[in-house]
């Protein structure tokens, strides 16, 4: 059974609240960067410090200018919407937008929204709450191959690195599919499974369904979630490890954290020790799995430092080390040795 199909009306007017960090806006950044044809416009309220670098439109005049769907690009904690963005997603919908919401709260639970959208001919699109049933994860093993990116901590970069391997792997010819597990990477892809909001024991079998059988040469890269490493989302990074199988990891980690975001009391763990961790869950259910690469986001570093830091991992562990933002990766797929 294939994975639901989201299908979204665009372009699209951005919400980004009052987000104070990258890691708070990261649904925005993500369809700004990797779906930016589909972005018309942004829509900040007061205090925020996130800036996506497109056009201020209100609900309103974004509708005049063609927009067709406000899209939430905030995800906080907990995934629940604040009631001081109620006001925004009324006019949205009451000018005729559909409100896009990848929350696990549902947008119908706003008061007068469905009423709102529903006289204006809005619809109310919940990316994350599905409807369709999920397997009990069967451990069998599927033809095809597996990459799946995995990381020290949350909101760090497994998407982008993703979808920057996905890419570059189509522009060698290799046969691939790119796999999404979140709210954004379903709304750049429009397909794939949310798996933090499926139910805990159906979890690895929704991963399994995200990648059937393929031909023996095909690779699905898989959209990583959360860490194996954090006291509140590791379940989910386990279940994607056991249902997905993966044949090849790479290892996301933010150089510049020294301490989980929004959890400081927690460390970030050493990469050694990720990497130790990870082959040994992935190993449950392959026992060939390995990490095969690095990817560091250095987007706080200056170039030189990047340079050295990236050059500096990949000796210390003996494995190719890339931004996927900023390093050629042509030359890091040779490295990776898809076929060890």
Sequence with gaps: MPAEIVRLRKPY???????ATEADAKTALGLRDWARESCLAQLRLEGARVNLGLPEMTPESAAQSGARSLVIGVAPVGGRIPSDWHEVLL???AAGLDVVSGMHHPLAAIPNLAATAARAGAALVDVRLSKQEYPVATGRKRSGKRLLTVGTDCALGK???ALALTRAMQAKG????????GQTGILIS???IAIDAVVGDFAAGAAEMLSPDAAPSHWDVIEGQGSLF????AGVSLALLHGSQPDVMVLCHDPNRHRLNAFPHYAAPKLNDAISRYCEAARLTNPNARVAAISLNTSMLRPE???D????????LHLPCFDPLVSRLDGILDAMDFEG
């Design 13 to 19: 007017l951005l919400f980004v609240g009052r987000a």
């Design 305 to 307: 430092a990047r340079s």
């Design 230 to 233: 954090h006291p509140a989302y």
């Design 190 to 192: 429009g397909s794939g």
């Design 174 to 181: 290799m046969s691939v599919d790119f796999r999404a597990t």
């Design 159 to 161: 998407k982008y690195t």
């Design 309 to 316: 830091i990236l050059d500096k991992t990949a000796v210390e």
């Design 91 to 93: 006019r949205a919908a």
